[in-house]
């Protein structure tokens, strides 16, 4: 699921049956995981992200996102063929209220 957050300055990717997913800045991103009280953050990768580089479980959480999400533009924007301005303007959040998965999700 795609969602931005509150206040426009970062995109996630997030899965919320499994409460993991990559949150996007304007260029940089960082694995989101949800925990009982809040979300831990994991280290920041600069975009274009060099996927061969990248620690196994940031690939594994881009993998997981683009298996249950096959529409996504999470590939093109963590490698930079679609800058974040573009991904934020096509944002899709099925409830129309950006942020509003992350409350479903808890």
């Not at 426009?8 to 919320?16: K, M, Q």
């Not at 590939?75 to 301005?85: N, P, R």
Request: aromatic fraction near 8%.
């Amino acid at each position: 699921m795609k969602a931005t957050g509150l206040d426009g300055t970062y995109i996630d990717y997030f899965n919320a049956v499994h409460g993991f997913g990559i949150r996007v800045l304007e260029d940089r991103c960082l694995v989101v995981i949800q925990i009982e009280d809040g979300e831990l953050f994991g280290p920041v990768h600069q975009i274009p992200v060099q996927f061969e580089t990248v620690p196994s479980h940031v690939r594994s959480i881009v993998d997981d996102h683009v298996l249950n999400y096959p529409a996504s533009d999470l590939l093109d924007v963590l490698t930079g063929k679609k800058s974040f301005q573009e991904a934020l303007d096509s944002q899709t959040d099925p409830s129309g209220k950006p942020g509003e998965w992350l409350k479903s999700a808890l």
